[in-house]
């Protein structure tokens, strides 16, 4: 039942289409388009949290590497969910950009997974209520143009968020820690006999 649900809310939302759409969310998925904002995202950090940045910067590369290959390990590899655009059952119905599909399967996209790791880390350093917003409406926007482009349905889409939210979570509230336990070990060595 949900599985149906999601495909007729797959065929409505991708069908919403035209060319000069197709050409937007396009770049919208694209990769290197945002590395600009994530260089600007790291400058602010640094710029923000100074000595702290390079810890910052390991716990950041972590939460990447593991938003970006859990979504294909843990799901796309043990779920084995069909892309819309390769189901048999919506054959003729999916509106694919550029006749590009993907793999095999699409459970959870990995897009909205890295997106959503990106925000959701972002959001928790700089803490600025406009920065959430606009970081929460651009993952939104890349997680949406998975599904115009017809590679995802949005049950893909909204578990990748999902999975990206708790991994950036998980690894803010880890650096958080592991920042508390260099701080206890810097004082203990000044003060050896606290």
């Known amino acids: 039942m949900l599985d149906q649900l999601d495909k007729q809310l797959f065929l409505l939302l991708n069908s919403a289409n035209s060319p000069f759409w197709d050409q937007i969310m396009y770049a919208i998925s694209g990769k290197l388009i945002w590395v600009p904002l994530y260089i600007a995202i790291l400058i602010w950090i640094g710029r923000k949290y100074k000595k702290r940045f390079l810890?910052?910067?390991?716990?950041?590369?972590?939460a990447a590497l593991f938003a970006d290959q859990s979504s294909v390990h843990l799901?796309?590899?043990?779920?084995?969910?069909?892309r819309p655009?390769?189901?048999p059952e919506l054959e003729g119905l999916v509106h694919i950009v550029k006749g590009q599909c993907g793999g095999l399967y699409g459970f959870v996209s990995s897009h909205a997974s890295n997106?959503?790791?990106?925000?959701?880390l972002s959001l928790l350093f700089i803490k600025k209520r406009w920065f959430t917003v606009s970081i929460i409406l651009w993952a939104s926007v890349v997680?949406?143009?998975?599904?115009?482009?017809?590679?995802h349905f949005p049950g893909d889409v909204v578990c990748g968020a999902l999975l990206g939210a708790l991994t950036g979570w998980s690894f803010y509230r880890l650096?958080?820690?592991?920042?508390?336990?260099?701080?206890?070990?810097?004082i203990r060595k000044r003060n050896p006999r606290e």
């Open 55 to 62: 810890l910052i910067l390991v716990f950041i590369g972590l």
């Open 75 to 82: 799901f796309k590899n043990v779920f084995q969910r069909l």
């Open 85 to 87: 655009c390769h189901d």
């Open 115 to 120: 997106s959503f790791n990106v925000a959701l």
């Open 143 to 151: 997680g949406y143009s998975r599904i115009y482009l017809g590679v």
């Open 175 to 186: 650096y958080i820690y592991t920042r508390s336990i260099l701080t206890d070990n810097a």
